[in-house]
């Protein structure tokens, strides 16, 4: 196996220089041309004192210049420090000084970054380019942090090699393959999963720089897709589309996603009603170079409620109890995982996800929510997850997201944005279906009703949003008279 990502850029272009590596709409690139245009633009990076050891901050949409600066930045053996398309100039300046960048490469540049454009072929490569199979970090990707600013997560060569091999394995991807990229490459779902598993198997890249979800359909159907990448969010509109009279065309074989929690009863109908034959779910965090364990096919893992994942070769997980002893098998607990993933130091090796879940008899691993959403309310422990899923079980409801809301009494009180199913928005039909199977302390106080959930631009949900949402609606008068 190829010892960096660098090395695989030039594997590509060797084994298969004629076959496409990206195209995102405008620009399409052989991985030969990609090559060549990746060593413009080292050159470029070089003049401006790039080389092995440095950082280069990149910001930009899913387009071919963003994936031909990440090379070149490999190709000088520098590493990565991505960016979401939308970070203000303050906010990348900010960064760059904490992870000590070189430079700053941006699509929206201010004075003194470097603009992202599509670099023509090689006309000013530098007189030595990094040694092939260098090693250290490919690339240092943001997650939130408990100190209010992004934490810096470094991510190894070979570990993402070794990891995204298995994973690619595992879901059969191979050189036929085409991928649309509509996760942000910024984040370790598009970086690691999109980009890496594409060098990894010489798997084609369709970029989406502008997310519409009207264009996406006729993209999928055009560009031959094969496997599509997102969260779940992304299967239902692509479900809706269809059902709708969108066309995805016939090549579609894979919907590929990641979240804290995958309920393949939600899932499994949005991909029968889009024809995708399969769906497959992978569990994990930046901090764990983005997966710890892998569910090849929902509809086969063959245990009811949220997907069982088998954690991936040389991964270990376990489920432990407040005060952090083993919970029997079946038992919810908090879950932690060590293993050569783990890119954040730990006294012990063991890192603390911040997720609940429970394990099976043979290991593999449920996840049913976020231990930080639990709520209190009149002294009684809330999964708002729990709460969702029974207010989706009323036919009036497509989704739901619920939050807590402080209360001076009972410490939360609940409340639900729903986006409808159909036409009626009866919001004490919806109510009195989620009574049914909900503690009375469970039940929300007040629902409104919205056109879409909000979501970060991985399309995890935005609680925060959820919280401006219904800011808005709700009087907080009312915060006093909902009492149980």
């Given amino acids: 196996m190829a010892a960096s990502l660098a090395d695989l850029w030039y594997e590509r272009a060797l084994r298969e220089p004629r076959a496409i590596a990206v195209d995102d709409g405008t620009t399409r690139l052989t991985w030969s041309e990609a090559l060549d245009r990746a060593r413009g633009a080292a050159g470029l990076l070089a003049a401006h004192g790039v080389g092995p050891g440095d950082v280069v901050v990149l910001q930009g949409r899913n387009t071919v210049a963003w994936v031909v600066v990440a090379a070149a930045t490999h190709l000088l053996g520098a590493t990565l420090a991505p960016l979401g398309e939308e970070e203000p100039a303050a906010d990348r300046a900010s960064y760059a000084g904490r992870v000590g960048a070189r430079v700053v490469v941006a699509e929206t540049p201010v004075a003194g970054e470097i603009p992202l454009s599509t ?211 079946g038992a919810p607990g908090r879950v932690v995982t060590r293993g050569y993933q783990v890119a954040v130091a730990t006294p012990d090796g063991w890192f603390t996800t911040g997720d609940e879940g429970h394990l099976h008899d043979d290991g593999r691993l449920c996840v049913t929510g976020r231990l930080d959403d639990q709520l209190v309310v009149s002294g009684f422990n809330v999964d708002p997850a729990r709460v969702e899923t029974a207010l989706e079980r009323s036919p009036l409801v497509a989704r739901a997201a619920v939050v807590g809301l402080p209360d001076a009494r009972r410490g939360h009180r609940l409340a639900a944005v729903v986006v409808p199913a159909g036409e009626s928005r009866d919001g004490e ?56």
């Fill in 429 to 484: 039909a919806v109510l009195a279906v989620a009574r049914a199977g909900l503690a009375r302390y469970e039940v929300p106080d007040a629902l409104v009703w919205v056109d879409d959930l909000p979501h970060t631009a991985t399309g995890k949900l935005s609680r925060a949003s959820v919280r401006a949402l219904l800011a808005e609606h709700l009087d907080p008068a009312d915060d006093e008279e909902n009492d149980r």
């Fill in 119 to 329: 670099p023509q072929p090689a006309h000013l490569v530098p007189a030595t380019l990094a040694p092939r199979g260098a090693g250290g970090p490919a690339v240092v990707l943001g997650t939130s942090g408990t100190a209010g600013h992004r934490t810096a997560v470094p991510m190894d060569h070979d570990v993402l090699l070794r990891l995204y091999d298995d994973v690619a394995g595992l879901l059969d991807i191979d050189h036929r393959d085409r991928l649309l990229g509509v996760v942000p490459l910024a984040h370790s779902f598009g970086f690691n999963g999109l980009l890496v598993i594409a060098l990894l198997t010489g798997a084609s890249v369709r970029l989406v720089p502008d997310r519409s979800r009207a264009a996406l359909p006729g993209i999928v159907r055009e560009s031959g897709v094969t496997v599509v990448c997102g969260p779940p969010t992304l299967l239902h509109d692509l479900s809706a589309a269809v059902r709708a009279g969108a066309d995805l065309g016939p090549r579609v074989r894979l919907f590929m996603t990641g979240a804290t929690e995958i309920r393949p009863e939600v899932l499994l109908p949005m991909a029968a009603a889009t024809g995708i034959p399969r769906v497959s779910a992978g569990y994990g965090l930046t901090q764990t170079c983005g997966t710890v364990a892998v569910c090849p096919d929902i509809a086969r893992a063959g245990i009811g409620g949220h997907a069982p994942m088998t954690p991936l070769p040389g991964v270990e997980v376990r489920v432990l109890d407040a005060v952090g002893d083993p919970v029997p098998t």
